[in-house]
């Protein structure tokens, strides 16, 4: 995956709790075998309507969120289904920051597996970039040597990351190739290990 | 005398490979389920990377989301028999043992899991599937993981990942008649919210979880992710030894009795320590239904939807309102008073032969309501051929329910079984988000009674006095 050290980008609210990962990407684009082109689906029955026009009243279709990669929005950001899908959309449509006051589990480890950071700010941060972002043409820049959010104003927070979900992002590591160097201590412990 | 510890605890302790300070360990995986929709990906990755599956017989594959339950030897949608075909090859190229279709142990892959004895106490499993936590009913430390993980498990056997907290979550009481395991953990959620387990492990502990089948069970371990936790789990006893003994992948004899020894010491200690506790006195649970669209936005069946008036707080108002548009409800209405046009008995939650026998069991040669299109979809070819012998098919067929093929189905919608645009379906399912049933559905979450009692009535009813 691309490595991800610092990164500037327009501000995409979305102001609701609890969104889903079903709200992100339905169901039925799941049928696919590959990894790519999923960003088009993204956040698909709130964006197009049942003849696949684009709903006005879903703010992501409003111009002044044109070239959006920073999205922030609500608590619980990404519960429900495990489908890796949903950061493969965000990641395809041009989101490589998700902002909110809490996350999914789930869905957080697959966000920092393909590259996009989940910033975990508080609830009060989280308001006043939503309020700022609404006005639109609002920038942040997140930077993940220094665990900080920032805007061209008076906005500064820092954030929390584990250590290892870091080094992955700012290194663009394969995960899979870092845990073979630990390949023999893999067959060491299986000689010994039982499972009925 | 030695600290006492959690099941998690020791599940942990016996399955971590390598950790080091500052870091999240390698931890090992018994058990690897994989089904169609969040693998093809991962052995794509493989491939690409010129990679092997590490242990093909420690993981299992079947097909079960995509999968038609009406004529299923015939797969219309074409990018369906894709993933499906894709799954199938998959499976030859490196070696996975596969209930595909047509196989007489093919189904949702959480009831063929603990049906074929490939569940037990102490392993670790994952599943590229959220609800991978059913198999914590059986003392197993069991959680979803994303298609990246899946791809790292195949090629690794582990999963790098950070010891979890630990949530007792305690119930005690007696569960009322016309009450079931799938109405505490609505009860559960509704009470402490969509995400209270995030960042921990459920163990669901006290005399009504004791008390419940290994069905029960596995319904409230299933819906642990609906309370934000990625596993819950209840610590192993006579019940899980007794619902393994003579399963096809158990262990036999000998082993079996090793095995059972093992499993049984695995129970949290007295006097382990919690990170958190929660309490829920199961006497005072009433049938639950869901009104709005997540799984807490739930009511006892004897009350009304709420009113977006009362909220405490501005961002609970807007939900409510938000959910009661979706929903289509007015504030205030009794549920019992909704009507609904389509009835969905089926699930990972609820989709075992005991389901089904308390779904048939409110009938007494009543019949489906005219307005009412009603579906009950088995959980496995098992589940099916066991329900049939007892008969269940056909009450079901007399009362008007149709009978269906095993898979996913209307739970999620994937392969076309689907509820309308503003319909109202009655599910026993496990998640009431918008457009989850199809486009534009309004789902209500409910037992396998309170489905089979909504499917005569044409709308929700108290099934204790029905």
């Known amino acids: 995956m691309e490595p991800l050290k610092m990164h500037t980008g327009l501000v995409y609210p979305l102001n609701r709790s609890n969104v889903d990962t079903d709200q992100i990407i339905p169901k039925q684009f799941l049928k696919r075998i590959s990894r790519q082109g999923f960003g088009q689906y993204l956040f698909y029955n709130w964006r197009f309507d049942e003849k696949d026009r684009p709903r006005e009243d879903f703010s992501l279709n409003d111009p002044k969120y044109k070239g959006t990669s920073i999205l922030v929005g609500g608590e619980n950001f990404g519960c429900g289904s495990s489908r890796e899908h949903a950061p493969w959309a965000l990641e395809d449509y041009g989101f490589r920051i998700i902002i909110a006051p809490s996350f999914a589990d789930i869905f957080y480890n697959n966000c920092t597996k393909n590259g996009i950071l989940p910033v975990v700010l508080t609830e009060d941060e989280v308001q006043t970039l939503i309020d700022n972002a609404e006005k639109g043409d609002y920038h942040l820049t997140v930077d993940l040597e220094n665990k900080a959010v920032t805007d061209n104003h008076s906005f500064k927070a820092t954030f929390d990351l584990a250590e290892y979900s870091r080094q992955m992002l700012l290194n663009g590591w394969d995960e899979i190739s870092v845990t073979l160097t630990y390949e023999d201590k893999i067959t060491e412990f299986e000689k010994e290990h039982i499972v009925y | ?466």
């Open chain 2, 1 to 466: 005398m030695t600290t006492p510890k959690t099941i998690v605890e020791k599940i942990w302790d016996k399955n971590v490979v390598y950790e080091e300070e500052g870091k999240p360990a390698i931890l090992y995986i018994d058990l690897h389920l994989v089904h169609e929709v969040t693998s093809p990906q991962a052995f794509e990755g493989l491939r690409l990377k010129d990679r092997t599956v590490r242990q093909p017989k420690r993981t299992f594959a079947t097909m079960d989301h995509n999968v038609p339950t009406v004529h299923a030897n015939v797969i219309k949608d074409e990018i369906s028999k894709l993933q499906m075909d894709t799954l199938r090859k998959n499976c030859e190229e490196f070696s996975v043992p596969l209930a595909g279709m047509g196989h007489e142990h093919q189904g949702i892959v959480h009831v063929i899991g603990p049906e074929l004895g490939l569940t037990q106490p102490g392993k670790t499993i994952v599943c590229g599937d959220s609800h991978t936590s059913t198999h914590g009913a059986f003392g197993a430390l069991a959680f979803g993981i994303g298609t990246s993980e899946v791809e790292h498990v195949l090629a690794t056997q582990t999963v790098w990942q950070q010891k979890p907290k630990t949530l007792n979550v305690q119930i005690d009481g007696t569960l009322g008649t016309g009450v079931t395991a799938k109405d505490l953990i609505l009860a559960l959620i509704s009470k402490y919210g969509v995400n209270f387990g995030t960042g921990y492990v459920l163990e669901y502990t006290g005399e009504a979880v004791r008390n419940l089948s290994m069905e029960g069970r596995m319904t409230i371990c299933n819906m642990s992710i609906e309370a934000g936790a990625r596993a819950g789990l209840v610590s192993p006893d006579e019940t899980t030894v007794n619902f393994i003994e003579g399963r096809l992948h158990a262990p036999k004899g000998k082993d079996f009795e090793q095995a059972k020894q093992m499993w049984l010491s695995l129970r949290s200690d007295e006097g382990a320590v919690y990170d958190k506790t929660v309490t829920l006195n199961a006497s005072e649970v009433e049938p639950q239904v869901t009104w709005g669209t997540n799984p807490a936005q739930c009511i006892p069946i004897n009350s009304q939807v709420p009113n977006p008036e009362t909220a405490k707080t501005e961002n609970d108002k807007n939900e409510i309102k938000h959910a009661l548009y979706y929903m289509g409800l007015e504030p205030d209405v009794n549920i019992t008073d909704v009507p609904i046009q389509h009835v969905f008995i089926g699930s990972c939650t609820n989709s075992r032969v005991e389901d089904l026998e308390q779904a048939a069991s409110v009938i007494h040669g009543r019949k489906v309501n005219d307005s009412v299109t009603a579906i009950v979809v088995p959980g496995s070819q098992t589940v099916k051929r066991q329900a049939e012998e007892k008969g269940l098919d056909k009450l079901f067929i007399e009362a008007g329910f149709e009978w269906r093929e095993p898979g996913c189905s209307m739970c999620l919608a994937m392969n076309g079984d689907a509820v309308p645009p503003n319909e109202r379906c009655a599910s026993t399912s496990n998640r009431n988000f918008e457009g989850r049933q199809g486009t534009d559905a309004r789902t209500h979450l409910v037992s396998p009674e309170m489905a089979a009692a909504a499917a005569i009535a044409g709308h929700f009813v108290d099934v204790r006095s029905f």
